[in-house]
């Protein structure tokens, strides 16, 4: 059975500092990996989507890498900003090409 | 283009009561989910829907829920009896891939802050 982790459960750093995000999973038997930021009172929005394929993408800011074989990935996070707090979750999709596992989150404050 | 909208944003009622949560897809996107989220369990995905026909329920919590997605443009969530352990957040996501479709990520509606008194 699959699970995802991120750890830490929360991060707080001064603005302008590169930060990494952490997120495991235990069955490499993946179709991707997915990010994404929940602001409070809000829905979840897509930041990155790697393909298993892939071992990358970037947005802007934002750099996510995937290493299967070690099952992991993690989002870079470069010259933080304060509107960059927000929680960050990771989800894997698997065999079900719908079913997304998903981690409990990283609460991230940037502290201006 | 409008995203995901979800209604009511807020809903606060009696133990017992029928609860109806209402969601309108981005247009075009064929397949919807519901979840549930909640502190101590995070996001749960309740039941997915593809081209309007749920293809798995198997995360509805027990008979008092239920999923309808009349048409391509509207899902509506109903828990009756609703009961204080329902309480949660309710997103409504959807996404323009199928089963066995490529890879694309799912768009979630704000969701519904839902308290059973």
Not at chain 2, 56 to 85: C, H, V
Request: aromatic residues 8%.
């Amino acid at each position: 059975k699959q699970e995802v982790t991120q750890i830490p459960a929360a991060l707080s750093v001064p603005e302008g500092e590169n930060l990494v995000l952490n997120c495991s999973f235990t069955d490499s038997a993946i179709y991707n990996l997915q990010w994404f930021r929940q602001d409070p009172g809000k829905g979840l929005t897509s930041l990155l989507l790697i393909q298993s394929s892939q071992r990358e993408q970037t947005s802007g800011r934002l750099n996510a890498s995937l290493d299967k074989s070690s099952g992991r990935s993690t989002l870079y996070i470069a010259a933080s900003q304060p509107g960059d707090s927000a929680t960050y979750l990771c989800a894997v999709e698997g065999d079900s090409n719908y079913q997304l596992i998903w981690g409990a989150g990283t609460k991230l404050i940037i502290k201006p | 283009d409008a995203g995901v909208i979800q209604s009511p944003r807020h809903e606060v009622t009696e133990m017992g009561q029928e609860v109806t949560l209402r969601c309108k897809p981005i247009s075009g996107h064929n397949s919807l989910f519901w979840y549930r989220q909640t502190m101590m369990r995070g996001l749960e995905l309740l039941i997915y829907f593809n081209n309007n026909v749920p293809i798995d329920d198997s995360g509805m919590p027990e008979d008092r829920f239920s999923a309808k997605m009349p048409n391509a443009s509207f899902s509506t969530l109903k828990i009756q009896p609703s009961e204080p352990r329902d309480s949660a957040v309710y997103f409504c996501a959807s996404s323009p891939m199928g089963t066995g479709g490529i890879n694309q990520p799912q768009h979630f509606g704000d969701g519904t802050r839902l308290s059973i008194l």
